[in-house]
């Protein structure tokens, strides 16, 4: 999803980081579907984890790499093997096949903008977190999301790239269909009401969670893409900015934008393994370091529920 | 070194975490020479970045497993894959191999203990950095140090093994020859000269660092192959304790034990490269964490300074 809203984007503006944009090429595990664009775009399905894969991407010395590719946290814990095979392998091969790259190029030196995530935190947690918290994960995915941090850091520091990690919160509103993911219910409890749907909220209202939207996470990876990284220093990992809030407000920010008869399409239904897992979760970030770095996301729950109606065009409005 | 003081250990107690040791197998890059033991040592010279090393290891099933092999910092800053290869996958392999090894023999859970370093830190530091300060490493010994410790907490909470990671200090006095080791001074000013030789000091008085015997070293393994995990919790990666002292304070030490003859014999002659490097390491750390689980150094300098004349049997006492 935001690999697309990306690609989008990018086809609108023609530019990145005030360069115009030559070529693109898009690449993931089922044939991406290129928007018209004023520059080609070419496309491949490929899976990061084949070991020939990432010579081929970076043959072309591409000027920025966009890392999105991931198996989503339930996967990587319920698939050891895939989890740091895609993870961390698949990541650590495009980051060996640039410095290889550059060994043959010696100016060659890309932006390479990798998505960490809040799960490189494990509890027990400060009441906000700060970037100088420990790393240490309770999920695989956590796991292999922060050594893929740490090698960034390093190759950056010895300059075979120039990188930045960035931490996104939760998106949400997520367009598109409910999925399985145990923090689906975030965007369903707002997308599904909004669109005359019920939803199922599985735990209490007092659940806090850090979001930002969709918009907010493509403005995140091109102001990372254009980032004067001589200011960002050598710890390339960071956390973004979000907006904290429980799920009673998020409900509260669904019926100031859609009524009573909205909220009352959230069926509540506890489910004790969801409660579990989002117990594990962080809740509340300083973000200061980003945004002293220029990043921004929304302010408050309102907003993203208003950026999802507006980028979505979502008809019902009841 | 500590290798080598490890298995003299072992050999005089016969017992290991309350249980009496049937064999021990040591590993190194040259052939080990074993002393005298109630029980059978066998030995190999191996390169655990070789490919078929790991599982080789692991096919008997030892009930623990000391990792110490490592490229020293300096190394793995001057080799980059020399580095990764033995400090990153080499560890990882026998990581692997024990997981593999689990998955057919399902009892199989060694406990592992791997020495990690403060290197896993990068300033800017906190006066004494806690065991909850962020993890951003200045060097790639330090980054694979950190990867490594991650991957021993992730296996370990998915019960492939039993690890723990020991951050040590810098081990003070070793004994022998003097190194190049960038760090070489901290010992070489107080031993040489308590065998009647001159030493150098390419760096001021007022540098500070963290220190422990080569004897506390000794006593932080057998801790850490005994030790309850389950207090320890998910995140196994420990600062040990240790001695922060400046230069200034090591050289009154060496006074009070050998008198103004021996501090004599140290000459001053600063270097701005080693001083540079020193510059970016940590000073102090916060380890009561380690010392609630029992984990226990010197208090003082001088009682390095003790242990070093008493563990070698100096015989010069001026």
Redo the contacts between chains.
């Keep these: 999803m935001i690999g697309r809203k990306l690609v989008e984007r990018l086809a609108r503006d023609g530019e990145l980081a005030g360069k115009r944009i030559t070529a693109l090429h898009a690449v993931d595990m089922f044939a991406p579907q290129p928007p018209p664009a004023p520059f080609p775009i070419s496309t491949d399905v490929f899976d990061i984890a084949a070991g020939y894969v990432a010579t081929k991407l970076i043959a072309g010395r591409p000027d920025a790499i966009f890392l999105l590719a991931s198996v989503v946290s339930g996967e990587a814990e319920a698939d050891?093997e895939k989890g740091y095979s895609i993870n961390l392998d698949g990541t650590r091969m495009i980051f060996e096949a640039i410095?290889h790259e550059q060994s043959r190029h010696r100016d060659y030196r890309p932006r390479v903008v990798f998505t960490s995530s809040i799960a490189v935190f494990?509890a027990p947690f400060p009441e906000a977190i700060p970037?100088?918290?420990?790393?240490?994960?309770?999920t695989?995915y956590g796991?292999q999301k922060?050594?893929c941090e740490?090698?960034l850091?390093?190759y950056s520091?010895?300059g075979f790239f120039d990188g930045l990690a960035i931490r996104l919160p939760t998106i949400c509103v997520r367009p598109g269909l409910p999925n399985k993911a145990a923090s689906g219910f975030f965007s369903g409890i707002i997308r599904e009401p909004l669109n005359g749907q019920e939803a199922v909220l599985p735990v209490s209202e007092t659940v806090r969670h850090w979001h930002a939207s969709p918009r907010a996470a493509i403005g995140f990876l091109l102001h990372a893409a254009a980032l004067d990284l001589d200011k960002v220093g050598?710890?390339r990992a960071i956390t973004l900015p979000g907006v904290s809030a429980t799920v009673g407000e998020q409900i509260e920010a669904l019926r100031r934008a859609a009524g009573d008869s909205a909220v009352k399409l959230i069926q509540r239904r506890p489910d004790p393994v969801i409660e579990r897992i989002v117990a594990g979760w962080p809740t509340n970030f300083d973000a200061s370091r980003a945004k002293a770095l220029g990043f921004a996301a929304e302010t408050d729950f309102d907003e993203i529920v208003r950026v999802y109606l507006e980028d979505e065009h979502v008809p019902h409005r009841p």
């Design positions: 050891f410095r494990g970037d100088e918290f420990v790393n240490a994960p309770l695989s796991t922060t050594i740490l090698l850091s390093d520091r010895r050598p710890r």
